[in-house]
């Protein structure tokens, strides 16, 4: 069966330091991915998407880059964060376009 | 940007009782889908309703759909204190491997 492991669960970071985000996929091969951001008490924000490796869809310029270095991974990055980089960050993975997704388990980033 | 948007924005209600969620959206879909989510965890999807169908059925949930009306309905019936949690709806559109997810609506069933 197929799994979807994002680490870490939660995250404390100060303002202009660095950001590394990681997801992986177990059980399946060139999946879709995904990477959003939920802020408190509020709906899910795209931010990129994946269809194969190397190839990676910006939704929303902004602080972060996203990369695809293996089929089945998908890291999320910054290399300053803001305070409004703060939130739930939630990655996922598709069989194909349009598919249910697959969500992890999401990561909260608290930016002090 | 928000494709949907769910309304009421928070509903509590009793157990036993049935819950309804709508969900308006702007664009011409593929097909839309309905999620759940436990605080503080990953979403999970419920249901899955294409544009050509108008209603769709999986154990205690009803979904509705009305192109016409760019709009969808999630009934639970018969809710139980474990239905509580948000739900969000998501439309999938023309660029077939984006999904975009509604605000959500935030159920509390109590005993």
């Known amino acids: 069966s197929q799994t979807i492991h994002q680490w870490p669960a939660t995250l404390v970071q100060p303002v202009g330091s660095p950001l590394s985000l990681e997801c992986t996929v177990e059980?399946?091969?060139?999946?879709?991915l995904y990477w959003y951001r939920q802020a408190a008490g509020r709906g899910l924000q795209l931010l990129f998407y994946?269809?194969?490796?190397?190839?990676i869809s910006s939704e929303v310029p902004q602080n972060l880059s996203a990369s695809r270095p293996q089929d089945r991974q998908f890291i999320l990055s910054s290399k300053k964060l803001l305070l409004s980089d703060s939130g739930f960050y939630l990655c996922?993975?598709?069989?194909?376009?349009?598919?249910?997704?697959?969500f992890g388990n999401g990561t909260r980033l608290t930016v002090t | 940007s928000q494709q949907g948007e769910e309304d009421p924005q928070a509903l509590s209600i009793q157990e036993g009782e049935n819950a309804t969620m709508n969900c308006s959206y702007k664009?011409?879909?593929?097909?839309l889908q309905w999620y759940r989510q436990n605080s503080g965890r990953g979403l999970v999807h419920l249901i899955l309703?294409?544009?050509?169908?108008r209603e769709k059925h999986s154990g205690r949930l009803r979904v509705t759909l009305d192109t016409s009306k760019k709009s969808s309905s999630l009934l639970i019936t018969a809710s139980r204190a474990a239905d509580t949690a948000s739900y969000f709806c998501?439309?999938?559109?023309?660029?077939?491997?984006?999904?975009?997810f509604g605000t959500g609506t935030r159920l509390q069933v109590t005993l």
């Open positions: 996922a993975w598709s069989p194909q376009g349009g598919s249910p997704l697959h």
């Open positions: 059980g399946t091969s060139n999946p879709n």
């Open positions: 994946s269809v194969g490796i190397g190839q």
């Open positions: 664009t011409s879909i593929n097909n």
């Open positions: 309703i294409r544009s050509n169908e």
């Open positions: 998501a439309t999938n559109t023309g660029t077939a491997s984006k999904l975009t």
